[in-house]
C-alpha cells in the first residue's frame, strides 16, 4: 500500500448537456498538469442535479461513460463520479469507477433525496460497494448517504471514503460537519466533492469539496471557484494512527439489510 494522490474536481456545470460539461472537466484536467492517482467529480456531473431522467440517462455503454474511460486511460488514473444510467427499465444515480485498464466498478445511490422527490424518479440501490485501487479499499457514497451513519459504517475495511455531491450551499453547514464526522467515527480518510454554481432551479452550491484526514483534520478545503486541487493522502499515517487508536476494536457489530 503506497501513498495515494486524489485530485477534487470542484467545478459549475453546464445544465443536462452532457458532452459541454465533459469538455469543460477535460481542459481543467489538462490545464491542472498534476500527477494523480484518482480524479473525483461531482455527482450528475454530465448534467446538474436533475429529476428529469428520461432527458439525459444514458446506458453503461453511452457516451460519457466512454469518456470516463478515455480520461482514464490517457490520464492515466481512476475518474469516477456520477450520472444518470439507464438500465432493465429502470433509471440510477450511479457512481462509476473507471479505471485505465477499462474495468468499471459502480454504486448506484442507496438513500434517495425524497425532499426533491428524488426517490420517485430514481431507482435505490442495495448494497456497498468499495473498489480496490492501487492498494487502497475505497468506499463509494453518493450525496444523501453522508447522512446515514449506519450506511457509512466501516468495520477497519476501508481506507478511503468517496463522497460526490451536489449539495446546496443552504446545507453547507451539515455538509462540512457530516464529512469530519465521517472521518472521525471510521477512521479514514474521506473525500467529500461537491459543485458550485447555481442551476436551473435556481439552486446555489458553494463547493465547500474537502478532504480530510482520518482524524477529521483539513487536507484540503476548497473555495467557491472552479479548481483542481490535489492532495497526497498518507498510508503510513493512517496505519500509525489506527494502530495507536484501534477504537475499531470496541466498535459494536452490525449488519445492513
Not at 28 to 57: C, R, W, Y
Request: proline share 3%.
Amino acid at each position: 500500500m503506497n501513498d495515494l494522490s486524489i485530485s477534487l474536481v470542484q467545478t459549475a456545470l453546464i445544465w443536462q448537456q452532457a458532452a459541454a460539461n465533459c469538455e469543460h472537466i477535460s481542459k481543467m484536467v489538462s490545464d491542472h498538469s498534476v500527477q494523480t492517482d484518482l480524479i473525483v467529480l461531482p455527482e450528475m456531473f454530465n448534467s446538474g442535479f436533475t429529476l428529469d431522467a428520461k432527458k439525459v440517462a444514458e446506458t453503461m455503454d453511452g457516451p460519457t461513460v466512454v469518456w470516463m474511460q478515455e480520461l482514464a486511460n490517457k490520464e492515466n488514473v481512476a475518474v469516477t463520479g456520477s450520472i444518470v444510467i439507464k438500465e432493465n427499465g429502470y433509471n440510477y444515480n450511479r457512481m462509476i469507477f473507471a479505471s485505465p485498464d477499462a474495468e468499471l466498478q459502480w454504486y448506484d445511490k442507496k438513500h434517495l433525496f425524497r425532499m426533491a422527490n428524488e426517490q420517485n424518479r430514481y431507482s435505490a440501490g442495495d448494497h456497498h460497494v468499495t473498489v480496490n485501487w492501487r492498494g487502497w479499499r475505497i468506499a463509494l457514497y453518493v450525496c444523501y448517504d453522508l447522512r446515514f451513519p449506519v450506511w457509512c459504517r466501516q468495520q477497519n475495511n476501508v481506507d478511503l471514503m468517496l463522497f460526490v455531491a451536489s449539495w446546496p450551499a443552504v446545507r453547507s453547514f451539515p455538509w462540512k460537519t457530516l464529512l469530519r464526522a465521517r472521518a472521525m467515527e471510521n477512521l479514514s480518510y474521506v473525500c467529500g466533492v461537491n459543485r458550485i454554481g447555481r442551476d436551473e432551479n435556481d439552486i446555489h452550491y458553494s463547493g465547500d469539496s474537502a478532504m480530510l484526514d482520518m482524524a477529521g483534520r483539513d487536507l484540503l478545503q476548497l473555495e467557491d471557484k472552479d479548481s483542481i486541487e490535489t492532495t497526497t493522502l498518507s498510508a503510513d499515517k493512517l496505519i500509525q494512527f489506527r494502530e495507536k487508536f484501534p477504537a475499531h476494536l470496541d466498535a459494536d457489530e452490525y449488519s445492513v439489510k
